[in-house]
């Protein structure tokens, strides 16, 4: 995986995995407070996540990722809402 930030206006978007479709996100925390993530779903697995706000959650989501741990990848989305 590939932790990519992206810049946007005053926002920094951190993007980890890779969702040209998608069958679900949920956003989890509050856009207007530049503290959030937007989690994509694939068949119901989670294929990319991005956040703002939440470098340490990308670093985190890009690690377990790249070491194949889903479960220890939904364990830190639900920890982080």
Do not use: F
Not at 4 to 10: E, I, L, S
Not at 34 to 39: R, V
């Amino acid at each position: 995986m590939n932790h990519r930030p992206y810049q946007h206006y005053d926002v920094q978007i951190s993007y980890v995995g890779h969702a040209s479709t998608w069958d679900s996100c949920e956003i989890e925390g509050d856009l207007e407070k530049s503290n959030a993530c937007a989690i994509y779903r694939r068949t119901g697995r989670i294929i990319a996540v991005a956040t703002i706000g939440r470098d340490r959650l990308s670093l985190q989501v890009e690690a377990a990722m790249e070491a194949g741990q889903t479960v220890e990848l939904e364990s830190l989305l639900r920890a982080a809402r």
